[in-house]
């Protein structure tokens, strides 16, 4: 051991050097510093997206002070550095077009706010909880529990759906009876449906929307309202208390049906009855 | 004597007799308990380290049973179609059970159009389902809540984004006390709406604040609620909301069971009698 720190001894330090050394030493100390402002931060009270974006910033804020203290210690001067900031931008601009679109993008985003951590959101074919909103992507995860990073520019561009926003939503539920069914008391079973589910609110009322003449039915919409919550769950048990409902009150929902026309010209078409049990030398 | 103090050693089999269905109770160990409250069958059997509690109601909201059966067989509770264990250290085999108000407002639709003409003052009987709760008696550990009869989700607001979830039920505005019929499981709530105004009042929706109303029960046993005193204000679509302070007007000599679930709020305007839905 004596050798080393003999060793050590020796070694005579430049003033560059030194300054190196504290410069990554004060950076190393920002990001243990950002780390820690952002996990004890007392923000318990607030939304998890204004969580998010306050833990960001103070996280950011110190980076940067940091990164300016440290280039102090290297003898840069920072009004050098901002002046140059202006040209840089422009270079790392066209440099790096995508990911500022996709940061500015993302800033749109924490400003406009038009779902925030914990909604439910769709995006194009992706449909998933918001898990984080960083500053270049949004995060969703699926509900097979899948990681989907969406860049925030696709997310201005495109269409996007938060299914949770409203406390309430609406279940559409396209039903199709025979043409011979009485459509008022299809309606009254229906509504009685509606009535006796305890997680279909009253208000707003259940509808029942004619939606036209099938090829094999006559098509009903149904639609019923239960909180964001509850919604699955209605979703299922309505339509299983519609099967059960039309099979007890001997409705029928159609299969498709095909008859066989061969013009009025010519005979009908031959029909030969096949004994359902066949002998074996028939096989 | 409090609401509560009432207490049936149930460790014989057989049906126990007693007015009230809440109050507390000794369960013999092993055996099945049951109660029907109404819709409402709630079962209780201790166990070694634990209750073991189920409950199924009927579709019937309006069945008006209350029986007490006590040494069932554990067949009996395990034919229920929702069955909890808690575990529980002691050897107490007490079990305690307490009527709640709904825990969330209820908006009663009239099952025909009514109005409160002009200068009129009129007190309606508006039922409600009662909640039970369930409680270890010896140190009053809370073990479940369940309501006699779970009424139907409702939105009421003016909008589909703004508004609140409520509970919704049918009421006969019944304008006269003797006709209210005298159930196990149900509470009466006496709602006093003034209309001051010179236009008539038409009530589409009635929306009380079950969860910030205590209950009573009057000497004939029937349960009831504070009163809730609503005025119409002019030109708007808000009431002032006013709970009655103590026993209600119509029952003065009324014990109280339980205190309101949350601290109602004195004097304040509430869309109570229609939202935007019709």
Same mark, same amino acid.
């Given at each position: 051991?004596?050798?080393?720190?003999?060793?050590?001894?020796?070694?005579?330090?430049?003033?560059?050097?030194?300054?190196?050394?504290?410069?990554?030493?004060?950076?190393?100390?920002?990001?243990?510093?950002?780390?820690?402002?952002?996990?004890?931060?007392?923000?318990?009270?607030?939304?998890?997206?204004?969580?998010?974006?306050?833990?960001?910033?103070?996280?950011?804020?110190?980076?940067?002070?940091?990164?300016?203290?440290?280039?102090?210690?290297?003898?840069?001067?920072?009004?050098?550095?901002?002046?140059?900031?202006?040209?840089?931008?422009?270079?790392?601009?066209?440099?790096?077009?995508?990911?500022?679109?996709?940061?500015?993008?993302?800033?749109?985003?924490?400003?406009?706010?038009?779902?925030?951590?914990?909604?439910?959101?769709?995006?194009?074919?992706?449909?998933?909880?918001?898990?984080?909103?960083?500053?270049?992507?949004?995060?969703?995860?699926?509900?097979?529990?899948?990681?989907?990073?969406?860049?925030?520019?696709?997310?201005?561009?495109?269409?996007?759906?938060?299914?949770?926003?409203?406390?309430?939503?609406?279940?559409?539920?396209?039903?199709?009876?025979?043409?011979?069914?009485?459509?008022?008391?299809?309606?009254?079973?229906?509504?009685?449906?509606?009535?006796?589910?305890?997680?279909?609110?009253?208000?707003?009322?259940?509808?029942?929307?004619?939606?036209?003449?099938?090829?094999?039915?006559?098509?009903?919409?149904?639609?019923?309202?239960?909180?964001?919550?509850?919604?699955?769950?209605?979703?299922?048990?309505?339509?299983?208390?519609?099967?059960?409902?039309?099979?007890?009150?001997?409705?029928?929902?159609?299969?498709?049906?095909?008859?066989?026309?061969?013009?009025?010209?010519?005979?009908?078409?031959?029909?030969?009855?096949?004994?359902?049990?066949?002998?074996?030398?028939?096989? | 004597?409090?609401?509560?103090?009432?207490?049936?050693?149930?460790?014989?089999?057989?049906?126990?007799?007693?007015?009230?269905?809440?109050?507390?109770?000794?369960?013999?160990?092993?055996?099945?308990?049951?109660?029907?409250?109404?819709?409402?069958?709630?079962?209780?059997?201790?166990?070694?380290?634990?209750?073991?509690?189920?409950?199924?109601?009927?579709?019937?909201?309006?069945?008006?049973?209350?029986?007490?059966?006590?040494?069932?067989?554990?067949?009996?509770?395990?034919?229920?179609?929702?069955?909890?264990?808690?575990?529980?250290?002691?050897?107490?085999?007490?079990?305690?059970?307490?009527?709640?108000?709904?825990?969330? !407002?209820?908006?009663?639709?009239?099952?025909?159009?009514?109005?409160? *003409? @002009?200068? %009129?003052?009129?007190? +309606?009987? &508006?039922?409600?389902?009662?909640?039970?709760?369930?409680?270890?008696?010896?140190?009053?550990?809370?073990?479940?809540?369940?309501?006699?009869?779970?009424?139907?989700?409702?939105?009421?607001?003016?909008?589909?984004?703004?508004?609140?979830?409520?509970?919704?039920?049918?009421?006969?505005?019944?304008?006269?006390?003797?006709?209210?019929?005298?159930?196990?499981?149900?509470?009466?709530?006496?709602?006093?709406?003034?209309? !001051?105004?010179?236009?008539?009042?038409?009530?589409?929706?009635?929306? *009380? @604040?079950? %969860?910030?109303?205590? +209950?009573? &029960?009057?000497?004939?046993?029937?349960?009831?609620?504070?009163?809730?005193?609503?005025?119409?204000?002019?030109?708007?679509?808000?009431?002032?909301?006013?709970?009655?302070?103590?026993?209600?007007?119509?029952?003065?000599?009324?014990?109280?069971?339980?205190?309101?679930?949350?601290?109602?709020?004195?004097?304040?305007?509430?869309?109570?009698?229609?939202?935007?839905?019709?």
């Amino acid at each position: 051991m004596e050798w080393l720190v003999e060793t050590l001894r020796s070694i005579t330090w430049t003033e560059q050097v030194q300054q190196i050394v504290s410069a990554v030493v004060i950076i190393l100390l920002g990001f243990v510093a950002a780390r820690v402002l952002r996990r004890r931060l007392p923000l318990d009270r607030l939304h998890p997206q204004h969580q998010l974006i306050i833990r960001r910033f103070a996280g950011y804020v110190v980076l940067g002070i940091a990164l300016a203290w440290a280039l102090q210690q290297l003898g840069v001067s920072l009004g050098v550095v901002l002046g140059a900031a202006g040209l840089l931008t422009v270079a790392v601009g066209f440099a790096a077009q995508t990911s500022v679109s996709n940061l500015i993008s993302g800033l749109f985003l924490m400003v406009e706010q038009p779902f925030v951590v914990g909604d439910v959101i769709k995006v194009a074919d992706a449909t998933g909880e918001v898990v984080s909103i960083d500053l270049l992507s949004v995060r969703l995860r699926t509900f097979d529990n899948l990681l989907v990073r969406i860049p925030n520019e696709s997310m201005i561009k495109s269409n996007v759906t938060n299914l949770t926003f409203f406390p309430i939503r609406r279940f559409d539920m396209q039903v199709g009876v025979a043409y011979k069914e009485d459509l008022a008391k299809v309606g009254e079973v229906l509504m009685e449906l509606a009535d006796k589910n305890p997680i279909c609110l009253q208000e707003p009322k259940p509808l029942i929307i004619f939606s036209g003449f099938g090829d094999s039915a006559i098509n009903l919409q149904f639609s019923v309202w239960a909180t964001r919550e509850k919604f699955l769950d209605l979703r299922n048990s309505i339509q299983n208390a519609v099967k059960r409902s039309f099979e007890q009150h001997g409705i029928e929902i159609p299969f498709p049906h095909r008859s066989l026309y061969a013009g009025s010209a010519t005979d009908p078409l031959p029909v030969r009855v096949i004994a359902a049990e066949q002998s074996p030398q028939s096989t | 004597m409090t609401a509560f103090s009432q207490h049936s050693d149930i460790s014989k089999p057989g049906s126990v007799d007693r007015a009230q269905w809440w109050g507390s109770y000794s369960v013999a160990e092993k055996s099945v308990t049951q109660w029907q409250i109404g819709p409402l069958t709630v079962g209780a059997q201790r166990l070694r380290g634990e209750w073991r509690i189920g409950h199924q109601s009927v579709d019937d909201p309006l069945a008006n049973t209350w029986r007490c059966t006590s040494g069932l067989d554990t067949a009996s509770l395990e034919q229920m179609t929702n069955i909890e264990r808690f575990a529980i250290s002691g050897e107490s085999n007490e079990i305690r059970l307490e009527p709640r108000a709904a825990d969330r !407002p209820l908006v009663s639709r009239p099952d025909l159009p009514f109005h409160v *003409l @002009p200068g %009129e003052e009129v007190t +309606l009987y &508006v039922g409600s389902p009662l909640w039970v709760a369930a409680y270890s008696a010896a140190d009053s550990k809370a073990l479940l809540e369940i309501p006699s009869h779970r009424p139907s989700d409702t939105w009421f607001g003016p909008t589909t984004g703004e508004g609140e979830l409520c509970y919704a039920s049918r009421s006969f505005c019944r304008l006269v006390l003797d006709e209210v019929p005298r159930r196990a499981h149900r509470a009466v709530t006496a709602v006093i709406i003034r209309n !001051p105004i010179q236009e008539a009042l038409p009530i589409v929706r009635l929306k *009380l @604040p079950m %969860e910030q109303l205590g +209950l009573f &029960v009057s000497g004939d046993g029937r349960v009831w609620t504070h009163d809730v005193i609503l005025e119409r204000g002019e030109g708007t679509e808000f009431a002032q909301l006013e709970i009655g302070e103590g026993a209600p007007r119509d029952a003065p000599g009324a014990e109280q069971l339980v205190d309101p679930r949350v601290r109602p709020e004195k004097n304040r305007a509430v869309r109570a009698f229609s939202s935007l839905f019709s």
